[in-house]
């Protein structure tokens, strides 16, 4: 029995070698054997081996992104906080110190008539038969004295004339609280050139526009003395003046 089996062994154990070879050799033929499959691998594995050593330069690459974009956080922190906050910002509404409106922007120009000024008579001892009227702004705005006074003494129906040469080069503008002048010639005198005299015992005072055509605003009415004036057709005004001493020496 054991004659018979060990041939049998043997010739099983030959031609299991021989399928084995078989498959070998055709499995190299195709392409698709051992050593492609070790190629395949060798390829696969070859990429991880290049970039494994790599790999660790990665780390340092995604630290420096994180810091860049840290920086750039800080950057942008301090950009907000250079930036004034809606809360931070001043008020529009708040003036700035030293943010006051220019004088002549808060002034108001007006002209200068009877409701704004005040008005005073009074005569002259020299020149002789003269009268000085000095008109005050009381108001809260600068005014215009434009032109000269037109005057009416008494019942009068018309104004006296005006002397051309005192004509001012500017137009009188009175502050608050400043005044303006005018001369009034009352009669001749004893020199004979006047006719006509009366003496008056009221007096009122009208003002101009710019035109000097027309009065303007509520006339004034200053007191005369007691005994009145003596006025005659001789009777003659100045222009407005700045300065008292202008009129007086008229």
Known sequence: MNSIRTPRARLVTAAASV?????????????????????????????????????????????????????????????????????AAPSRATKAPGATKAPGAARKFVTCEGSVTKTVAAP????INHMLLTVTNTGSNPCFLYGYPAVRFGEAQSVPPVDESTQPQAVVTLEPGQSGY?????????????????????????????????????????????????????????YWQQSMDSVLSW
């Open 19 to 87: 399928v084995i070879a078989a498959l070998s050799l055709t499995a190299c033929n195709d392409g698709t054997g051992v050593k492609d499959e070790g190629a395949s691998s060798g390829s696969a594995a070859g990429p991880a081996a290049t970039h494994s050593p790599s790999a660790p330069a990665a780390s340092p690459s995604a630290d420096g992104a994180k810091d860049a974009q840290g920086s750039r956080g800080s950057q942008a922190g301090q950009g907000n906080a250079a930036k004034p906050t809606a809360d």
């Open 182 to 238: 005018a001369s009034v010639r009352l009669s001749g005198g004893n020199d004979g050139s006047g006719s006509n005299g009366y003496t008056a015992r009221s007096l009122a005072v009208y003002f101009q526009g710019r035109s000097g055509n027309e009065s303007v605003g509520s006339g004034a009415h200053p007191a005369l003395p007691p005994k009145g004036v003596y006025v005659d057709d001789t009777l003659e005004v100045t």
């Open 124 to 127: 002259l001892s020299r020149p």
